[in-house]
């Protein structure tokens, strides 16, 4: 089992930055592939971004794609995205995902929630027009 803490989140205006972590505990992290979600209020959650287990793919919404990065660091258990040219539309909770992988150097990504067994908490990203 893997848990899952998001940090990063807060109060931007439009046009800015931030860089969203996700730190996991356990030893076998680099097992894991790791996706980035959002829920906006009033709406479902919707994906943003993954990373395979081996972080050799990637793959963004194309809402997203261009302006944020999904990256990993295996050595020290985190994933990152990092957010740039941010809109009033990116405002929403933004939850870290994992899914344990069994094959090594796996090049899978996954792209919907029901594919993910371990969640974060969340963390609110709000950007001002």
């Known amino acids: 089992q893997v848990q899952l803490v998001e940090s990063g989140g807060g109060l931007v205006q439009a046009g800015g930055s931030l860089r969203l972590s996700c730190a996991a505990s356990?030893?076998?992290?680099?097992?894991?592939?790791m996706g980035w979600f959002r829920q906006a209020p009033g709406k479902e959650r919707e994906f943003v971004a993954a990373?395979?287990?081996?972080?050799?793919?990637?793959y963004y919404a194309d809402s997203v794609k261009g302006r944020f990065t999904i990256s990993r660091d295996n050595a020290k258990n985190t994933v990152a995205l990092q957010m740039n040219s941010l809109k009033p539309e990116d405002t929403a909770v933004y939850y870290c995902?994992?899914?344990?992988?069994?094959?090594?150097?796996?090049?899978?990504?996954?792209?919907?929630?029901?594919?993910?067994?371990?969640w974060g908490q969340g963390t609110q990203v709000t950007v001002s027009s």
């Open positions: 995902a994992g899914e344990y992988v069994r094959t090594y150097n796996s090049d899978r990504v996954y792209l919907r929630e029901d594919e993910y067994d371990y």
């Open positions: 990373i395979a287990r081996s972080g050799g793919r990637t």
């Open positions: 356990g030893r076998t992290f680099s097992s894991y592939a």
